[in-house]
C-alpha cells in the first residue's frame, strides 16, 4: 500500500506539473505571437564556486579554489519577425582566490585575482517556433586581470619568511558566441528570457599601442536569465 501510494502521488504530481507548463505556454503564445520591432533588454549570470584538492599519495600538495562573480548581458536589435539584428555587450567581473599548501615543506601560495571582461558584437537571431530563437554573433573582446601573490614559508619556532608580488595583465581580440534560448511573454512588451551561449575569443597583449602577442584563449558555457522589451 505505501509504494502504491508514493506511485500515485508521483505521477498526480508529474500531471500537474505538466499541465501547468502547458497553461503558462498557452497564455504566452496567446498574449504575443509575433516579435517585431525594436527590443532591448539585459539578462544576468552569476558565479559561485568552490574547488578543493587534496593531498595524495603521489602529490603533497593540497589547493581550493574559490571564485565568484556576475555578468550581464545588454542588447538592443530590430526585429523583422523571424530574424533580429542588433548589438550585445558583455560585462563580466570576477574574483578569484587560490590557496596552496605543501605540509611537508611548510610552503604556501595565496593567489587573488580580479579580473574584468568587457566586449560588444553583432548578433543575428532567427525567432522560431513562436518562442524560440538561435543566434550566433562577433565581436571584440578585452580583458584586464590583476593578481597579488604572496608566497610565505613556515620555519621552526613558529618563524616564517616571504613575499609579495602583484601584477596587472591586460588583452583585446576577436570573439564569437553561438547558442539559443526562449523568449516567454509576460504582458505589455514584456518577455522572459533563458538562454544557453557557447563564447569563445582570443586575447594579445595591449600593453603598447599595437596588438602585441597571444596571451591566450578562452571558451565559456553560459547559462543566462533575463528580461526583454518589444516596442
Given at each position: 500500500m505505501k509504494s502504491t501510494f508514493t506511485y500515485q502521488s508521483v505521477y498526480r504530481q508529474a500531471i500537474t506539473v505538466a499541465l501547468g507548463i502547458l497553461v503558462i505556454s498557452e497564455s504566452a503564445?496567446?498574449?504575443?505571437?509575433?516579435?517585431?520591432?525594436?527590443?532591448?533588454?539585459?539578462?544576468?549570470?552569476?558565479?559561485?564556486?568552490?574547488?578543493?584538492?587534496?593531498q595524495t599519495s603521489s602529490n603533497d600538495q593540497t589547493s581550493r579554489t574559490q571564485s565568484?562573480?556576475?555578468?550581464?548581458?545588454?542588447?538592443?536589435?530590430?526585429?523583422?519577425?523571424?530574424?533580429?539584428?542588433?548589438?550585445?555587450?558583455?560585462?563580466?567581473?570576477?574574483?578569484?582566490?587560490?590557496?596552496?599548501?605543501?605540509?611537508?615543506?611548510?610552503?604556501?601560495?595565496?593567489?587573488?585575482?580580479?579580473?574584468?571582461?568587457?566586449?560588444?558584437?553583432?548578433?543575428?537571431?532567427?525567432?522560431?517556433?513562436?518562442?524560440?530563437?538561435?543566434?550566433?554573433?562577433?565581436?571584440?573582446y578585452s580583458q584586464v586581470t590583476d593578481t597579488h601573490i604572496e608566497y610565505k614559508l613556515a620555519g621552526e619556532s613558529g618563524s616564517f619568511s616571504g613575499r609579495s608580488e602583484d601584477f596587472k595583465t591586460s588583452g583585446v581580440g576577436p570573439g564569437y558566441h553561438i547558442g539559443g534560448g526562449i523568449e516567454l511573454?509576460?504582458?505589455?512588451?514584456?518577455?522572459?528570457?533563458?538562454?544557453?551561449?557557447?563564447?569563445?575569443?582570443?586575447l594579445r597583449d595591449q600593453s603598447k599601442s599595437e596588438f602585441g602577442e597571444k596571451v591566450g584563449s578562452q571558451q565559456q558555457r553560459e547559462l543566462n536569465f533575463g528580461i526583454s522589451y518589444y516596442n
Open positions: 503564445l496567446a498574449r504575443r505571437s509575433s516579435r517585431e520591432g525594436l527590443n532591448f533588454g539585459t539578462s544576468l549570470r552569476i558565479m559561485d564556486a568552490d574547488d578543493r584538492t587534496n565568484a562573480g556576475q555578468a550581464f548581458t545588454p542588447h538592443i536589435g530590430y526585429s523583422f519577425g523571424d530574424l533580429n539584428f542588433g548589438l550585445v555587450g558583455n560585462i563580466e567581473n570576477k574574483s578569484q582566490k587560490i590557496e596552496e599548501k605543501k605540509p611537508t615543506t611548510n610552503e604556501e601560495v595565496n593567489r587573488n585575482s580580479q579580473i574584468a571582461t568587457k566586449a560588444v558584437s553583432l548578433f543575428g537571431r532567427f525567432n522560431f517556433g513562436k518562442v524560440m530563437y538561435m543566434e550566433t554573433g562577433a565581436g571584440l511573454a509576460i504582458d505589455n512588451g514584456f518577455y522572459f528570457t533563458g538562454s544557453y551561449i557557447v563564447r569563445s575569443f582570443s
